[in-house]
């Protein structure tokens, strides 16, 4: 953990008094995550490519990261986009669309074939938590299985996806971790991993209330895109500033290098106080 904290002396970030449980991964391993959908080249690496091309673009970026840092090992992963937010009502007028299992279980043998874990991610739009992370309990029993939730796409005013920014309140993010909680302790499981989304100030509500506890470990995710010092400064602004437990990091491969910008470097995030230990590339 004191890599991670990386001489951070604000005292905003801490070693942690206790070891993770049997089976964490972290803080030893770093993730390393393709992100997107399977029926859209537009929402992320994981769907632009054929499948054994992902796999062996990814496994380039993990032994890219393996070179870039020698003190943690790397964990690939499949980062999939389980609910998607619609622009159109759809059944029950929710705006969102939940995936068919033959998609998921797709992604569950692409990631077996490299040793790569899968997270699930959920946009719940005019949906709930309470409503779309039970749909996913199955998966969720899974070892190698894990959660994230995107406030971006979470409309508490009723508005349509993509309209405004949506948000999370600590109240539903301590309802997936409490979810997830239930799920280890019931199936003997190790440590779930709770990626939560974020790049502004009002996408997490009441954030000193997200609660935090041995079985679930949170990462709070900046995901903005643009040029390297305005997603620099957001991580600082919305994850250092406002800790909640690991912190991650996303690379756009098409947004952040527009209008001749670029990729921030493997030693720029690494320069980065605390360390991101996931790392997504979308």
Partial sequence: MDHIINGDSSG??????SEPLPGAILPYKRIIAFYGNLYSKNMGILGELPKQEVLDKLQKEVKAW??????MQVQPALHYIAVTAQGSPGKG??????????QIDTVLKMAEKINAIVFLDIQVA???????????EKYLKLPNVHL??????????????????GSFDAADINYASEYLKKIVKENNLPPKILVVHRFTQGMI????????QPEVQVVMHM????FPAKKVNTYKEFIYKEPVEYTGFKLFYKNDTKSNGRLLTHKELLNLKPQPVYIQYQ
Avoid: C, H
């Avoid at 905003?12 to 008094?17: A, L, V």
């Avoid at 393996?66 to 003190?71: I, Q, S």
């Avoid at 509500?205 to 935090?212: D, G, L, P, Q, S």
């Fill in 12 to 17: 905003k970030w801490k070693m942690k008094e």
């Fill in 66 to 71: 393996e070179e870039a840092d020698t003190v």
């Fill in 93 to 102: 007028n929710k705006y969102r669309l939940r995936m068919p299992f033959s």
């Fill in 126 to 136: 005019l949906s709930t938590l309470e409503d779309e992370v039970p749909q996913l």
């Fill in 148 to 165: 994230g939730i995107d406030p971006e796409f979470s409309m508490k005013g009723g508005q349509k996806p993509g309209s405004v920014i």
């Fill in 205 to 212: 509500k009441n954030y000193k209330n997200i609660k935090t």
């Fill in 223 to 226: 995901d903005g895109w643009g």
